[in-house]
């Protein structure tokens, strides 16, 4: 168990839909990273946040968002989604300073 | 940006054969970089990371990784593999006081009986 907390496991929907996927670090840490995995794009990263701002983006499409709150968590939410769109999003939060990454279990998304 | 490569989607080995995973990076700056494995329906673990402290860092599970500036490398080996060492190898990047990692494609090692 890495401590890093995501919910829902598993979620299901219909395309044009939205959904929040939900990351919870452990405690003390301030990073929070959001990875796409997917068969035909592999593991594509998609934002970072520090201690509750954007530090980085990746290929994070506009119909994407997210945002760090100040206890540390994280949401992605995902908006007008797409058959393309169904992939397993991992959230992973970073021990400083020695930069390991602790990877959360995933929320396996089906846009059906 | 940084970047790295794993050359070579799946690799196949037989019980107690060694393991090679090849990983090139492109980086402007001096990198970190790291090994990561993940077994199915599970996230990522780190098995080594690279600092500059040593060129050649041991990780868990019998895994090392040496870093080779010339070659712009830093392949993955374990003398000999188990079974359980089955899973998908990731290796990746980041920069020193950037916390901006990036991963490979992706390695799928198999092991044979």
């Given amino acids: 168990d890495s401590g890093?907390?995501?919910t829902p496991k598993h979620l299901i929907t219909a395309t044009?839909?939205?959904v929040t996927l939900r990351c919870s670090p452990r405690s003390g840490d301030l990073s929070v990273y959001w990875y796409q995995q997917s068969l035909d794009q592999g593991l594509q990263f998609l934002i970072q946040y520090y201690n509750g701002e954007e530090r980085?983006?990746?290929n994070i499409l506009e119909r994407f968002s997210a945002q760090q709150f100040p206890d540390l968590h994280s949401e992605l939410n995902l908006s007008s989604l797409e058959l393309g769109?169904?992939?397993l999003y991992f959230c992973a939060a970073m021990e400083t300073p020695n930069e390991k990454l602790f990877f959360g279990s995933g929320t396996q998304l089906s846009v059906l | 940006?940084?970047?790295v490569t794993q050359l070579g989607s799946h690799v196949s080995v037989s019980e107690g054969a060694l393991v090679l995973l090849?990983?090139?990076y492109s980086s402007s700056v001096p990198p970190y970089l790291f090994w990561y494995v993940q077994y199915p329906n599970q996230g990522l673990q780190l098995l080594l990371k690279y600092t500059s402290a040593a060129t050649l860092v041991k990780g868990i599970n019998g895994f090392e990784a040496e870093f080779k500036k010339s070659e712009t490398s830093f392949h993955l080996t374990k003398p000999s593999a188990h079974m359980s060492d089955a899973a998908e190898y990731f290796c990746a990047v980041s920069l020193y006081n950037n916390n901006d990692?990036?991963?490979g494609a992706g390695t799928r090692l198999?092991?044979?009986?």
Avoid at chain 2, 110 to 113: D, I, M, Q, S
């Fill in chain 2, 1 to 3: 940006a940084q970047s």
């Fill in chain 1, 85 to 87: 769109d169904s992939a």
């Fill in chain 2, 22 to 24: 090849r990983c090139n």
């Fill in chain 1, 56 to 58: 980085a983006k990746g």
């Fill in chain 2, 101 to 103: 990692m990036r991963f």
């Fill in chain 2, 110 to 113: 198999t092991v044979k009986p």
């Fill in chain 1, 4 to 6: 890093v907390t995501q």
């Fill in chain 1, 16 to 18: 044009g839909q939205r």
